[in-house]
């Protein structure tokens, strides 16, 4: 049973372009990038985006991702990308803001590919 949604009770379990996890795991090359730490940001019930770890299957570079919107409004429809010292690195480096279109590009250069 789907958890009831206190501020928009009849309205969608998901904000208007959320990226969920399903979305990054797919448009990542399967083999190439292990995802770790990753989970589904969920505000009453609400996806609202995801975040976690991104690494080449054969090498120790991590980068951070975070696809919730943030509330500055140039920004809002930014997704965070930012290099990480490991897979429990939250603060990392300095904070990158792309579009969803390029997420997998610049991952690739992050990492190296």
Same mark, same amino acid.
């Given at each position: ?12 379990? @998901? ?6 996890? @399903? ?17 589904? @940001? ?14 080449? @299957? ?56």
């Amino acid at each position: 049973m789907a958890r009831r949604n206190e501020y928009y009770p009849d309205g969608p379990m @998901t904000a208007p372009g959320a990226i969920s996890m @399903t979305k990054v795991k797919n448009l990542l090359k399967k083999g190439v990038y292990a995802i770790e730490n990753a989970h589904n @940001t969920r505000v009453n019930g609400q996806l609202r985006g995801c975040f976690g770890f991104v690494r080449r @299957t054969d090498g120790n570079r991590y980068v951070y991702f975070d696809t919730e919107g943030s509330s500055y409004g140039p920004l809002a429809d930014k997704i965070l990308v930012r290099y990480a010292a490991s897979a429990k690195d939250y603060t990392g480096e300095r904070n990158i803001f792309i579009d969803w279109a390029d997420f997998g590009k610049v991952i690739d250069e992050m990492l190296g590919a």
